[in-house]
């Protein structure tokens, strides 16, 4: 559409200022294959078999990325691994009771090799489902995990100095919460701690496995439009310092001058000057990875603020942080790393709350298959399906009327701008509100976050009269409610609003 195409142009003319304000939605890859053909009601296992309508139902919601989650090759030691092991037994009986061997699929994160994963294609079956996506005014997203790769990786036994090992000179047996039996170390967050034992721990501080890596980089940047990077911050120098030292030292590396991550994106954009890089960080290091050059970064912060409900707290986050920052940040209220948002904020009509709000924020605005639905049980990376939900029709009418609103050049293109509320009823406190303006275009959103009704004030400077009618229309988007108000009444003394618990009103204006 319109917006789509002037997106684009605008993107052109003023890269340098600006980061567009996005949408993207995220599919775990095979999950969705088996529901298709369950909808189908015939065999789609492979890419090349998914409906051009599927893609195109995304197109029509307004998104610009598809995440197609889980997309590369896996190998025999993780599948074991999720087939077999006692805890993570115990949380698929959890989530889905009744599960079976066949429901076991093997994580997605636990990568062989930057190859499509050939129980559901090859690269050509990429490299077309992108040239769809396009088509359709849609970007292909897809995975790169940098922090580590699968057990049985062929690098683990043809290049073990890519990895983190045990300290030179320490004999076997090492200890096995942090280390395989070779002495390579296992994925971690922490240098050790939470192991994710189906996966080896790289070393960015050896120059070959660094550019090892970003030719891998350049390989998925080759294949798609934008790239989400897992767990992106534990390759930043000060965090495989503060993790692995002691190992690394051992073996004569010392801390390389430059980031990886600087270098790597450099590379990757002076030969795919498009592609756009997503970090999956949390606390204390998203400005950081913005810093190294990520377009966006993922927003925990604000996702537990919302799950805690401290309005004081949230206000805080939106008016403490730069609008650069909050621009490059990617907005969710779930995603496969988390819980429904059903079941995080405790109900679909305060989830629908904080989606009312998160997804109304400048930068980019990510949404996670199932969430239209209103589902509330997870659906685990290492399995194929969920258990069966029953749709809650309310959520799912809420999102197509959010998604109506936002699909918008206002939302896409405009300036934000946070406002405060004047607190004369005495609810005042329980609104958040911010304008869009975007030409011609204006919105005012009013959130209440809280559990009961609020009211204020709000002062609209840049209310205009209408072909020289101060009488004005303002419509709430929301509820199509009109209503008429003076437009040097609004400038000066404000609009009058009353907003429902755990809603909204957004005004055009």
Same mark, same amino acid.
């Given at each position: 559409?319109?917006?789509?195409?002037?997106?684009?142009?605008?993107?052109?003319?003023?890269?340098?200022?600006?980061?567009?304000?996005?949408?993207?939605?995220?599919?775990?890859?095979?999950?969705?294959?088996?529901?298709?053909?369950?909808?189908?009601?015939?065999?789609?296992?492979?890419?090349?078999?998914?409906?051009?309508?599927?893609?195109?139902?995304?197109?029509?919601?307004?998104?610009?990325?598809?995440?197609?989650?889980?997309?590369?090759?896996?190998?025999?030691?993780?599948?074991?691994?999720?087939?077999?092991?006692?805890?993570?037994?115990?949380?698929?009986?959890?989530?889905?009771?009744?599960?079976?061997?066949?429901?076991?699929?093997?994580?997605?994160?636990?990568?062989?090799?930057?190859?499509?994963?050939?129980?559901?294609?090859?690269?050509?079956?990429?490299?077309?489902?992108?040239?769809?996506?396009?088509?359709?005014?849609?970007?292909?997203?897809?995975?790169?995990?940098?922090?580590?790769?699968?057990?049985?990786?062929?690098?683990?036994?043809?290049?073990?100095?890519?990895?983190?090992?045990? %300290?030179?000179?320490?004999?076997?047996?090492?200890?096995?919460?942090?280390?395989? %039996?070779?002495?390579?170390?296992?994925?971690?967050?922490?240098?050790?701690?939470?192991?994710?034992?189906?996966?080896?721990?790289?070393?960015?501080?050896?120059?070959?496995?660094?550019?090892?890596?970003?030719?891998?980089?350049?390989?998925?940047?080759?294949?798609?439009?934008?790239?989400?990077?897992?767990?992106?911050?534990?390759?930043?120098?000060?965090?495989?310092?503060?993790?692995?030292?002691?190992?690394?030292?051992?073996?004569?590396?010392?801390?390389?001058?430059?980031?990886?991550?600087?270098?790597?994106?450099?590379?990757? /954009?002076?030969?795919?000057?498009?592609?756009?890089?997503?970090?999956?960080?949390?606390?204390?290091?998203?400005?950081?990875?913005?810093?190294?050059?990520?377009?966006?970064?993922?927003?925990?912060? #604000?996702?537990?603020?919302?799950?805690?409900?401290? #309005?004081?707290?949230?206000?805080?986050?939106?008016?403490?942080?730069?609008?650069?920052?909050?621009? /490059?940040?990617?907005?969710?209220?779930?995603?496969?790393?988390?819980?429904?948002?059903?079941?995080?904020?405790?109900?679909?009509?305060?989830?629908?709350?904080?989606?009312?709000?998160?997804?109304?924020?400048?930068?980019?605005?990510?949404?996670?298959?199932?969430?239209?639905?209103?589902? !509330?049980?997870?659906?685990?990376?290492?399995?194929?399906?969920?258990?069966?939900?029953?749709?809650?029709?309310?959520?799912?009418?809420?999102?197509?009327?959010? #998604?109506?609103?936002?699909?918008?050049?206002?939302?896409? #293109?405009?300036?934000?701008?946070?406002?405060?509320?004047?607190?004369?009823?005495?609810?005042?406190?329980?609104?958040?509100?911010?304008?869009?303006?975007?030409?011609?275009?204006?919105?005012?959103?009013?959130?209440?976050?809280?559990?009961?009704?609020?009211?204020?004030?709000?002062?609209?400077?840049?209310?205009?009269?209408?072909?020289?009618?101060?009488?004005?229309?303002?419509?709430?988007?929301?509820?199509?409610?009109?209503?008429?108000?003076?437009?040097?009444?609004?400038?000066? !003394?404000?609009?009058?609003?009353?907003?429902?618990?755990?809603?909204?009103?957004?005004?055009?204006?």
């Amino acid at each position: 559409g319109k917006s789509r195409q002037m997106k684009g142009i605008t993107f052109l003319l003023f890269l340098a200022v600006a980061s567009a304000n996005v949408s993207m939605f995220e599919i775990s890859t095979r999950p969705w294959l088996y529901l298709l053909s369950q909808k189908y009601g015939t065999q789609i296992t492979s890419l090349s078999d998914i409906p051009v309508a599927e893609f195109k139902a995304i197109a029509d919601q307004g998104f610009d990325y598809v995440w197609m989650m889980g997309i590369w090759e896996l190998g025999a030691y993780g599948l074991h691994f999720d087939q077999t092991n006692p805890q993570l037994q115990q949380q698929y009986s959890q989530t889905l009771p009744g599960w079976t061997q066949d429901d076991v699929i093997g994580s997605p994160y636990a990568i062989t090799e930057y190859t499509c994963n050939p129980t559901i294609g090859s690269d050509s079956d990429i490299a077309n489902m992108k040239q769809t996506l396009n088509s359709l005014g849609l970007k292909l997203m897809l995975d790169f995990v940098p922090n580590h790769s699968a057990v049985d990786c062929n690098w683990t036994t043809t290049n073990p100095s890519y990895y983190i090992r045990a %300290p030179k000179g320490s004999q076997p047996p090492y200890d096995p919460n942090i280390y395989l %039996p070779s002495g390579i170390a296992y994925g971690s967050i922490c240098g050790g701690c939470g192991p994710w034992l189906d996966t080896a721990q790289f070393n960015y501080w050896d120059n070959d496995l660094r550019q090892a890596r970003t030719n891998q980089v350049l390989k998925v940047a080759s294949l798609a439009d934008a790239i989400r990077c897992d767990v992106a911050y534990l390759a930043l120098n000060q965090v495989i310092q503060d993790n692995w030292s002691p190992q690394l030292t051992s073996w004569g590396y010392t801390r390389p001058a430059t980031e990886w991550w600087s270098d790597v994106i450099s590379a990757t /954009k002076s030969k795919y000057p498009d592609v756009v890089f997503l970090a999956e960080v949390y606390q204390p290091w998203p400005q950081a990875m913005q810093d190294v050059g990520f377009d966006y970064t993922y927003d925990k912060q #604000l996702y537990d603020k919302l799950g805690n409900g401290d #309005l004081d707290d949230i206000r805080s986050w939106l008016t403490s942080n730069t609008q650069s920052f909050i621009s /490059k940040s990617a907005h969710f209220v779930s995603n496969h790393d988390e819980l429904r948002a059903v079941s995080y904020f405790g109900s679909w009509w305060r989830a629908d709350a904080a989606a009312l709000l998160t997804f109304t924020l400048p930068g980019m605005r990510f949404y996670w298959m199932g969430q239209f639905q209103g589902f !509330s049980a997870r659906l685990l990376v290492q399995l194929r399906r969920e258990a069966t939900q029953t749709p809650i029709q309310d959520v799912t009418k809420f999102y197509n009327s959010l #998604l109506n609103i936002t699909n918008t050049d206002v939302f896409n #293109l405009g300036t934000w701008t946070y406002v405060d509320v004047i607190d004369n009823q005495g609810t005042g406190w329980r609104l958040i509100a911010y304008r869009w303006e975007y030409n011609n275009q204006k919105r005012l959103c009013v959130i209440n976050y809280s559990d009961q009704n609020g009211g204020g004030t709000i002062v609209l400077p840049n209310a205009q009269a209408i072909n020289g009618n101060d009488t004005i229309p303002v419509t709430d988007l929301l509820s199509g409610n009109t209503y008429y108000r003076s437009a040097s009444g609004l400038r000066s !003394s404000g609009l009058n609003v009353v907003v429902n618990s755990w809603y909204a009103q957004i005004f055009s204006y």
